[in-house]
Structures are given as C-alpha cells and as structure tokens.
C-alpha cells in the first residue's frame, strides 16, 4: 500500500516549456486535490476532483489544467511554464467528510527557469 | 486579510518546555479544523484533528473557540524531535470539494 505518489520528485524547465506531473492513489479515494506550496504562503488549493472525470478549479487554477480519467490518477499540466511558477506541488486524496483526513504526496519540486 | 492566519515564529523552546500555538480563521462557515505537522521538504501530515470539545492526544492538546474564530495547540514537554512547522488547515462545510485553507504554518525549534 503506497499511499500517494508523485512523479516525478524533481524537475527544471525552461519558460515555455511544458510539462505533466502525475499523482497516483491506491486507497480508492474519490476526492484529489493539487496545491502549491511558496515560501510563507502555505499551501493554496490549484484544482480538485470529487471524482473520474470531474475537475474544478480552486484558489490559484491560472497556468494549469488537470484530467482525472482513472480514479487513481490526477494530472497536473503546465502548458507553459513560467518562473512564477516555481514551487512545491503537492497531491493530496481523500475520501468525502468533514473530518476525513487527507493524505498526501511527498511532493514535486519544480524549477522554472 | 488571510482566511486562516499563524503567527510564522519561529518559536524557540528548551526541551521538556510548553508551547502554545494559535491559528484565527475569518470564514464563518468553516466546520472542521486540523493541525498539520511538516518537517522540512517533506509533506504534510496530519497531527490531529480539532473537534468542538478538544481533544488530546498525548502531550498535545487542541482546543476550538468558534465565538472568537480560533483553534490552539498546546504541546506538553517539548521533545527534539517536535520541530517541525505546524500548520492549521479548515474546511468549510458549505462547499462541495471539501479542500483544506491552510495557514502559513508556525515553526517550532526545540533546542537541547
């Protein structure tokens, strides 16, 4: 039982570039989650999924977009990168409830050049 | 303003101390809480939730005051190994996506 993955663990890029980080469940969640994480800003919610094939936008959606075709798997895509977007992208996945807690992925640390 | 505010610290604590945590939320229409530990480049991970009659885990202690809009967390003899960043997470229950607004978080640095 691998929980959450994330891949890849590291990446730079060029502006311009684009680029898929894929996050992988194996707990049956229905609920996925990709936030970014800056210095002193916290973690902001980037886009979300209740469920295979359904998405939505959270606090900071401008830049990416995401597909959940498979329950166990969420993609986060860059068409093309910015130096404003380097950070720390973390996946999380839940399952539905106000007190269930979310799990999350050990994290990809972006770079854009 | 931010929807959910820490004091960043750091807090600087000799072994075997308390400290206390506080985390202000603006939305009225949060319904659960959570403390998050992070150890430097890692993932959060959650440390306990917060319900609105406390709860206690160990050495640590949560409270919620809803009148005043803030959650605490008080941990008991302070070990080395608590340093970490703690962050304070809401959800609101009038939404649908259920995702966590997190503080900033408050570094703890416990020192021997």
């Known amino acids: 039982n691998a929980g959450v993955t994330q891949t890849p663990k590291f990446r730079v890029l060029k502006t311009g570039q684009s680029m898929t980080l894929l996050c992988a469940q194996d707990?049956?969640?229905?609920?996925m989650y990709w936030y970014r994480q800056d210095p002193g800003m916290g973690l902001r919610l980037i886009h979300y999924?209740?469920?295979?094939?359904?998405?939505a936008k959270g606090e900071v959606p401008d830049g990416y977009n995401v597909s959940r075709l498979k329950k166990q798997n969420f993609l986060l895509g860059l068409e093309s990168a910015a130096p404003s977007q380097t950070s720390v992208y973390f996946c999380?996945?839940?399952?539905?409830?106000?007190?269930?807690?979310?799990?999350f992925g050990p994290g990809t640390r972006l770079t854009v050049l | 303003r931010k929807e959910v505010e820490q004091d960043p610290g750091p807090f600087n604590v000799p072994e075997g101390a308390t400290v206390a945590f506080n985390c202000t939320y603006s939305n009225s229409a949060s319904q659960s809480f959570f403390w998050y530990r992070q150890d430097c480049r890692k993932e959060p991970k959650l440390l306990m939730s917060?319900?609105?009659s406390g709860n206690e885990d160990g050495r640590f202690t949560a409270q919620l005051n809803r009148a005043s809009q803030y959650i605490s967390l008080l941990i008991r003899d302070s070990k080395l190994s608590d340093s970490a960043t703690y962050l304070c997470a809401v959800k609101a229950g009038d939404t649908g996506r259920r995702a966590l607004t997190f503080g900033s978080g408050t570094r703890l640095q416990v020192q021997p």
């Open positions: 707990m049956n969640h229905e609920y």
């Open positions: 917060v319900y609105s």
């Open positions: 999924s209740v469920g295979e094939g359904t998405t």
């Open positions: 999380a996945s839940s399952t539905p409830g106000l007190y269930n807690e979310q799990f």
